[in-house]
């Protein structure tokens, strides 16, 4: 499938996690308009005291607008960090796992001359807004990419490639969706697999990522864990750089 470039038009990654931003905005306002409204609650003849409110509805409301900062801006930051993370040379074979709009599929794309960068998802509206393939289509058009990459249907937990398939694995907010250790395990399991020997897996999310780390090193694996950029990202994501020797 190919797009025709368009340089007047703009990408669009979408907001991550839309439902969260926007349980956080909304319940943060909340209990900030409580707070400001009725600062003492009474019940019978007790007062409560309730100006403690304005911590967690500060909390909320500021979570929730660094989390739309990194969905606008950051992602850009974020994504050119964890491409410097290799030494690219232009030929290999690439594969984002929950690839989404396509954000590190067609970053890695732009890094290529004969190489191929694959996309990976099972496309679900709950972690990023406008989720599906003809969003990070029409995104690689736009980065001018669009006869590098290809997108196809596939569960991190059972990929359908041979084993050996790539050079570099890509992966970011996308693990800690597999909401079992055990079906976590499995995604470990797969990168492993799919991954060339000498190949380098560059994965980065903001909870589970030690599991993943001790998944690697499990299977035989090296690991290289970095700090977040907590400028760039929210929340903070770590990044676990995997090579299989
Ligand atoms: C928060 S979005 C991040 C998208 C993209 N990686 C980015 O950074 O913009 C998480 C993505 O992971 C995908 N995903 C969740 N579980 C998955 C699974 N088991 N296999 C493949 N993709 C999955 C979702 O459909 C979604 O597109």
């Given at each position: 499938m190919t797009n025709t470039p368009d340089s007047n038009q703009k990408t669009n990654y979408g907001i991550d996690a839309p439902g969260v931003i926007r349980n956080l905005f909304f319940g943060g306002l909340i209990l900030l308009i409580i707070r400001f409204t009725f600062p003492v609650f009474r019940i019978g003849s007790t007062d409560i005291d309730i100006t403690w409110f304005i911590w967690p509805g500060a909390i909320f409301t500021v979570e929730s607008i660094l989390m739309m900062v990194y969905s606008l801006y950051g992602k850009y930051k974020h994504r050119s960090r964890m491409l410097a993370l290799i030494d690219w040379k232009g030929d290999e074979q690439v594969l984002d796992i929950g690839t989404g709009k396509g954000l590190l599929m067609n970053g890695a794309a732009q890094k290529l001359t004969t190489g191929k960068s694959t996309g990976i998802d099972i496309w679900n509206n709950e972690d990023l807004t406008g989720n599906n393939m003809e969003e990070a289509l029409k995104n690689a058009a736009v980065e001018e990419v669009a006869d590098k990459v290809e997108i196809k249907n596939e569960n991190a937990m059972n990929m359908g490639f041979a084993d050996n398939s790539f050079d570099v694995i890509l992966t970011n907010l996308?693990?800690?969706?597999?909401?079992?250790k055990e079906g976590r395990a499995d995604a470990c399991k797969e990168i492993g697999r799919v991954l060339k020997q000498g190949g380098t897996a560059v994965i980065s999310d903001f909870r589970h990522v030690k599991e993943y780390q001790r998944n690697f090193e499990h299977l035989g694996l090296q690991t290289k864990l970095f700090w977040p950029n907590y400028l760039t990202t929210f929340p903070p994501l770590r990044i676990l750089v995997v090579k299989k020797p």
């Open positions: 996308c693990l800690h969706n597999i909401y079992n």
